[in-house]
C-alpha cells in the first residue's frame, strides 16, 4: 500500500478507476470524528479527513446512506449508493460529523449504546476517555434524519454472555432506543465485531431486520453484513483498494449454512 504522502497525488487518476462489481453492498465503518492525535486503536478520523473521504467517493458517483436505505435501494435495483456507519454512539458525531455529512448531502446508521448514556469508551483500554452520546443528543440525531441503530447496551462481547443477558442486549436495546427516537430500530451492530452463530439469531429474533459485523466470513448473511473500517490514513489510492478489496471477497450467498460454531472475530480494529 502506498504511504499516506504519496496516495494524496494520486487522488486524481485513483477516481477514474471503477469499482469491482460488488456482490456485496458496500458498507463503511466510522466511530471517532475528532482530532486523531491520540489514537492507539486506529478509530478516529478528523472531521478534515472525512470531508475529504467523502469527496473523494461523491467523485466517483457514490452517495452515503444509511444501512436501511442502502438495503432498501439495492432490492429495488437503485444504485450509486454506499453505507456510512458510525460505531459506539460517540457525543462527537453531532458538533463534528454531522455538519460534513451535511455538507455531502450524504446520511448514516449511527450505532449507540443506550445503556450508557453519556458515558464513555471504558471498554478501551488505551487512549483517551471520549464521551458518549447522551439520551437527548440520541434523539437529535434521530432528528437530524440519520438513522439510529443499536450497539447493544453496554459494548460487551455477545459471545460471552449467557442467553438472558444477550437478550437484553439485543432487545431491551432495541426496546430503548425505539422509546427515544420515536420508531424501533432496523439495525444491529456487533461489539468488537465478534459474532457466533447463537448471536446472529438472537439479533434476528429480537426483531432487527439486519445487523452488521466487520468480517463475519462463513456466518455472511443480512444478519452478518461484512464492512471496510475507515481510518485517517486512509485517502485515494487506499480507498480504491479498499473498495476494490470488498468486491473481490469471495463470500458465501447470504442464507446458505454454516458448519462454523465457534465465535468469528474481526481482524484490525475494532
Not at 486524481?12 to 482530532?35: E, F, G, K, N
Not at 446508521?109 to 452520546?133: C, E, Q, S, Y
Not at 443477558?165 to 422509546?179: A, F, K, N
Request: with cysteine; proline share 7%; hydrophobic share 35%.
Amino acid at each position: 500500500m502506498a504511504a499516506d504522502s504519496s496516495a494524496h497525488c494520486a487522488d486524481a487518476p485513483s477516481s477514474r478507476l471503477r469499482p469491482h462489481t460488488r456482490r456485496q453492498p458496500w458498507i463503511l465503518t466510522y466511530h471517532s470524528v475528532t482530532d486523531p492525535s491520540d489514537d492507539p486503536y486506529g478509530i478516529t478520523v478528523s472531521p478534515e479527513r472525512l470531508d475529504e473521504q467523502l469527496s473523494w467517493l461523491r467523485s466517483r458517483r457514490l452517495t452515503g446512506v444509511g444501512v436501511s436505505e442502502l438495503l432498501r435501494a439495492g432490492a429495488s435495483g437503485r444504485r450509486g449508493l454506499v453505507g456510512l456507519t458510525f460505531d459506539d454512539g460517540y457525543a462527537d458525531f453531532l458538533g463534528e460529523a454531522l455538519p460534513v455529512l451535511r455538507k455531502h448531502g450524504c446520511r448514516a446508521t449511527v450505532f449507540v449504546l443506550p445503556g450508557r448514556p453519556g458515558g464513555d469508551n471504558a471498554w478501551d483500554p488505551l487512549g483517551p476517555r471520549k464521551p458518549l452520546l447522551t439520551h437527548a443528543e440520541t434523539r437529535r440525531v434521530a432528528d437530524a434524519g440519520m438513522e439510529v441503530g443499536s450497539h447493544g447496551l453496554y459494548h460487551q462481547d455477545l459471545t460471552a454472555l449467557s442467553d438472558e443477558e444477550l437478550r437484553r442486549e439485543t432487545v431491551d436495546s432495541r426496546e430503548l432506543i425505539g422509546e427515544l427516537t420515536g420508531a424501533l430500530p432496523e439495525g444491529f451492530c456487533y461489539p468488537y465485531g465478534i459474532l457466533d452463530r447463537r448471536v446472529t439469531e438472537a439479533s434476528r429474533t429480537a426483531g432487527y431486520g439486519y445487523a452488521c459485523a466487520l468480517a463475519p466470513g462463513p456466518l455472511l448473511s443480512r444478519f452478518a453484513l461484512p464492512r471496510t473500517h475507515i481510518s485517517q490514513a486512509d485517502r485515494g489510492v487506499r480507498l480504491w483498494a479498499k473498495d476494490l478489496r470488498h468486491g473481490l471477497r469471495q463470500v458465501a450467498a447470504p442464507g446458505t449454512g454454516s458448519r462454523v460454531t465457534g465465535p468469528v472475530r474481526a481482524g484490525g480494529p475494532r
